[in-house]
């Protein structure tokens, strides 16, 4: 009986034969074998070579296999190809380059690898150059060239050359594969170029679950919350399965809408399609039950996580912070210590504005040193708390010389040192620095106005506290109940009880504070009835007397 024909791949059969005794049974065998592989036009010494140097590869060992293709007395291009991917997989892009330039016969595939090799590490300007390259040589990308390309279209500067990349699938005829719709959707949502993304969206004739994650993840980022909802929700009636960046971006967009009740129902879909514990998952759960102020829920998850990373921890120690309990904040950052997550990207801007807040200048000074070793003391957002903990904690010189060496300074480091100045009794050299703000324009927040008018009180420069009063209408903070009861505060004590009475009663909102500005004000004045009358309004409206309004009364 005749075996069917098997596709026995040439280069297994010459391994096998290489690999056995040297008898005369396996020696004929061999002899066989290379004389199929030479009718087939194959070398047999590079196909075994090839083999040698792949299995060289798989295991790792990229200058042995080097070796072995440099001593090659015949290459072909799959030689090459992995050599090239070899180098391209160990970060070598020169290397690889330098082989890739070197080649007289380059295939799809090669330029495919290279073209990958550019997009893994974010270098898609050279990879499109190297597209073009490719056309202008006469190679036809398949689609797997343009998935690999589309792959690293994440530069929203770069759209020109996303335009040319879909131009020539359209123009090649994969326009129509779900792979590419799914990849330019993909490229276009990074491109911030949602109106393009939906269009093919639209237009495909064939989707699948992919096709709806891209979709979705771009409309969350893009705070486009109720879209993205609304495409989640199309998504499961017609039963595509969700991916664990599906529920980032879904999750994303309940803490957007601030809705609780769907986000717990994300939460329990979740658990019943099995990704609860995917650490990404569960990470986006933290964050929305955390800025949900559901802080216990997000410890209970917390704590039974099998997986947790730094933004696991990050999340926690920032959601304890915002509720004030900077102790469990603290706990879990020495806990996280002794982990073996990236100590770079350690919450140092959270845990440094604990130590501004609770005046530590022994932890500031720590968590700054800390910083130093890893290199995050570089990144802005480190860089501004460092200022910021230093001006509260007193050290206004240290804040200084970090704020001097800022390569941006925002809204942060300004109002810091503006009111470590106030606090100081410097105030003209606070008022010279909100001057110098405004030049640079940025944009000064409720805190910075609070500084600035608590120096123009100080100073009762009632002149300056118009201006600010005018600044603050045309910035947008008016509205705010601080930024208002630090004005009525200002006029009372800059003499001008009629000006703080009017501010108060245009308040859109009040608080206690706002209150107590009011009723200072009407004591300074020496009217004891209009002061007490206040001090009522203001329990009858439910807000709990402080020790000022106490003393007041």
Request: charged letters at 20%; hydrophobic letters at 40%.
């Amino acid at each position: 009986m005749k075996l069917p024909h098997r596709q026995i791949p040439f280069k297994n059969l010459a391994s096998l034969s290489a690999s056995q005794p040297q008898n005369k049974s396996y020696h004929n065998a061999g002899i066989f074998i290379d004389a199929r592989i030479v009718k087939t036009g194959f070398n047999p010494i590079t196909s075994r070579s090839n083999y040698q140097v792949k299995s060289l590869l798989q295991r790792g060992q990229l200058s042995e296999a080097r070796d072995l293709f440099d001593q090659m007395p015949h290459k072909n291009t799959v030689s090459v190809n992995m050599m090239i991917l070899g180098y391209v997989k160990e970060r070598n892009l020169s290397i690889a380059r330098e082989l890739f330039d070197s080649m007289v016969d380059r295939t799809a595939v090669t330029w495919t690898i290279l073209i990958g090799g550019y997009c893994q590490f974010d270098q898609f300007s050279e990879a499109f150059k190297l597209f073009s390259n490719m056309i202008r040589d006469g190679k036809k990308p398949d689609y797997v060239t343009f998935a690999t390309l589309l792959s690293g279209c994440n530069d929203p500067e770069m759209t020109k050359e996303l335009f040319q990349v879909h131009t020539h699938v359209v123009k090649l005829g994969h326009g129509s594969a779900v792979i590419i719709c799914n990849s330019l959707v993909d490229s276009y949502c990074k491109m911030h170029r949602l109106d393009l993304a939906h269009r093919i969206f639209k237009e495909m004739v064939e989707r699948d679950s992919v096709t709806y994650n891209a979709l979705i993840t771009g409309y969350g980022k893009e705070g486009l919350n109720e879209d993205a909802i609304r495409l989640f929700t199309q998504m499961q009636n017609l039963g595509f399965e969700p991916s664990d960046f599906t529920f980032q971006a879904v999750l994303c967009a309940c803490i957007g809408l601030d809705d609780i009740i769907f986000g717990q129902q994300i939460h329990g879909y979740a658990v019943k399609m099995g990704l609860v514990w995917n650490v990404f998952v569960g990470n986006s759960l933290l964050d929305f039950y955390s800025k949900h102020d559901c802080v216990n829920d997000a410890w209970k998850l917390f704590s039974k996580m099998p997986e947790l990373d730094g933004v696991s921890y990050n999340v926690m120690i920032t959601a304890y912070s915002w509720i004030g309990q900077y102790r469990e904040s603290i706990d879990l950052f020495r806990e996280l210590q002794f982990t073996k997550f990236e100590r770079r990207n350690f919450p140092f801007a959270t845990m440094l504005s604990i130590a501004g807040n609770t005046l530590d200048l022994q932890m500031g000074q720590q968590l700054h040193s800390h910083a130093i070793v890893t290199g995050a003391d570089l990144e802005v957002l480190v860089a501004n708390s460092l200022v910021d903990m230093y001006a509260k904690c007193g050290r206004s010189e240290y804040a200084e010389r970090i704020f001097v060496k800022l390569s941006s300074k925002s809204t942060v480091p300004w109002t810091a040192l503006i009111s470590a100045n106030v606090q100081k009794g410097l105030l003209e050299e606070g008022l010279k620095l909100f001057n110098e703000m405004r030049r640079t324009n940025v944009s000064a927040d409720q805190a910075t106005f609070a500084s600035v008018l608590k120096a123009s009180a100080n100073l009762a420069s009632i002149s300056l506290g118009k201006q600010l009063h005018s600044y603050l209408i045309r910035s947008g903070f008016w509205s705010n109940v601080y930024s208002g009861s630090a004005l009525v505060d200002m006029y009372a004590k800059c003499g001008s009880v009629k000006e703080a009475i009017r501010t108060f009663k245009e308040m859109p909102g009040r608080n206690v504070i706002s209150w107590n500005a009011l009723i200072s004000a009407y004591a300074q004045n020496g009217d004891g009835e209009a002061t007490l009358k206040s001090f009522e309004e203001m329990v009858l409206s439910g807000y709990q007397p402080d020790s000022l309004a106490a003393i007041v009364d």
